[in-house]
Nanobody, 128 residues
C-alpha cells in the first residue's frame, strides 16, 4: 500500500500559476504510476495528467500546454505545476497511484476511476 499526502492548493487569480506536490509513504514509490485527477463542482471526475513509473507522461488536451507533472523517485514525490489558470480550472485536485506496469498501461492511467490509491485532495479556486 501507499499513502499519499498532498499539501498545497489555494486561491489564485485568472492567468496565475500554482505549484503543489504529492508525497508518497509506504511501498517503493518507483513501483507506482501516478495520476492527477480533479473534480470540478457539478462535474464528473477527470484525469488531468499522469506519469508512469519510468517518467512517461500523459496530459488531457485542455491542459497540455499549461500543466506539468514530474516525479522524483529518490524523494518519493510528484510535483505539479499549473500555469495560465482559468476559472474553469477551479476544482478539487487529487494525487492518485496505481501499481506500475511494464510497459505502462496508458489506457488505464488516462482514466481517473481506475486508480487504487488516493490522496485527500486539495481545493484550487481560480478567481476572475
Amino acid at each position: 500500500q501507499v499513502q499519499l499526502v498532498e499539501p498545497g492548493g489555494g486561491l489564485v487569480q485568472v492567468g496565475g500559476s500554482l505549484r503543489f506536490s504529492c508525497a508518497a509513504f509506504g511501498r517503493t514509490f518507483g513501483s507506482f504510476a501516478m495520476g492527477w485527477p480533479r473534480q470540478a463542482p457539478g462535474k464528473e471526475r477527470e484525469l488531468v495528467a499522469a506519469i508512469s513509473w519510468n517518467g512517461g507522461r500523459y496530459y488531457a488536451d485542455p491542459m497540455k500546454d499549461r500543466f506539468t507533472i514530474t516525479r522524483d523517485n529518490a524523494k518519493n514525490t510528484v510535483k505539479r505545476r499549473m500555469n495560465s489558470l482559468k476559472p474553469e480550472d477551479t476544482a478539487i485536485y487529487c494525487c492518485a497511484a496505481n501499481p506500475a506496469q511494464s510497459p505502462p498501461n496508458w489506457s488505464t492511467l488516462r482514466t481517473a476511476i481506475t486508480y487504487d490509491y488516493w490522496g485527500q485532495g486539495t481545493q484550487v479556486t481560480v478567481s476572475s
